[in-house]
C-alpha cells in the first residue's frame, strides 16, 4: 500500500519562506505531486517529481530525494493568497494512475 | 479552456434518502476520477473511468455507491440509501492518456443529517 505523511498546520508570516515536508511509504514509486486547495475550492496541480533534485516554478519550488522517500514543498516570498491546504500525493503504481494523498498541511499566512 | 465542474456544490440531504453527484470533465479528457475527503482526512480514490469504462473502482466504499459515465463524457456518482459516514467533500477529476496532471473539480459537499 501507499501511505504518506506530512504536517497537520504552517505558520508563516508574509513575505517568509516555509517549507511543507512529506514521507512517504510506496510499493512502487511514480512520482511525487503537490497540489494546492483553497478553502471551497478545486485542489490545483502545483507539481510533479519524478526524478531527484528541486523543480521550481516561480515562488514554489519541489524537492525529491527517492532515496529518503522524501520531499518538500517550498514557498518563498509568502502571501496573504498562500494560506491554504497543501496535498502531496503519489501515484498508485496500477493502471488507473489514481493520485494516493496526504492528510494536507494547512497553511496559514500572518501579516 | 472549461475546467472541471460539478454539480450540486451542496448537498444536504436526511439519512435514507437518495442523492446523484454530477462531473463534467475537461473536453477530450477520456480518463474520469471521483475522490473523497471526509472530515479533514485525506482525499481518497474511488474510481476510475477510461471513457465509458469503469477501470478501477476499488476505492467504492460500498454497494450503495454507483457511479456511471454515459457516453464517455459527464459522469454521475449515486449514493443510495446515504449514510451519516457518506458525508465529506466529493471530487472529481479528468485527465488525458499519457499525461500526468489530473485536474480537479470544486467538489460537491455532502452534508447527511
Known amino acids: 500500500g501507499q501511505s504518506l505523511e506530512q504536517p497537520s498546520e504552517v505558520t508563516a508570516v508574509e513575505g517568509a519562506i516555509v517549507q511543507i515536508n512529506c514521507t512517504y511509504q510506496?510499493?512502487?514509486?511514480?512520482?511525487l505531486s503537490w497540489y494546492q486547495q483553497h478553502d471551497g475550492g478545486a485542489p490545483t496541480f502545483l507539481s510533479y517529481?519524478?526524478?531527484?533534485g528541486l523543480e521550481e516554478t516561480g515562488r514554489f519550488s519541489s524537492f525529491l530525494s527517492r532515496s529518503d522517500s522524501y520531499g518538500y514543498l517550498l514557498l518563498q516570498e509568502l502571501q496573504m493568497k498562500d494560506s491554504a491546504s497543501y496535498f502531496c500525493?503519489?501515484?498508485?503504481?496500477?493502471?488507473?494512475?489514481?493520485?494516493?494523498f496526504g492528510q494536507g498541511t494547512r497553511l496559514t499566512i500572518n501579516p | 479552456e472549461a475546467g472541471v465542474t460539478q454539480f450540486p456544490s451542496h448537498s444536504v440531504i436526511e439519512k435514507g434518502q437518495t442523492v446523484t453527484l454530477r462531473c463534467d470533465p475537461i473536453?477530450?479528457?477520456?480518463?474520469l476520477y471521483w475522490y473523497r475527503r471526509v472530515m479533514g482526512k485525506e482525499i481518497k480514490f474511488l474510481l476510475h473511468f477510461v471513457k465509458e469504462s469503469k477501470q478501477d473502482e476499488s476505492g467504492m466504499p460500498n454497494n450503495r455507491f454507483l457511479a456511471e459515465r454515459t457516453g464517455g463524457t459527464y459522469s454521475t456518482l449515486k449514493v443510495q440509501p446515504a449514510e451519516l459516514e457518506d458525508s465529506g467533500v466529493y471530487f472529481c477529476a479528468s485527465k488525458t492518456s499519457g499525461k500526468h496532471e489530473q485536474f480537479f473539480g470544486p467538489g460537491t459537499r455532502l452534508t447527511v443529517l
Open positions: 473536453s477530450g479528457h477520456d480518463n
Open positions: 517529481n519524478a526524478l531527484d
Open positions: 500525493a503519489v501515484r498508485d503504481p496500477g493502471g488507473a494512475q489514481k493520485l494516493v
Open positions: 510506496t510499493s512502487g514509486f511514480y512520482g
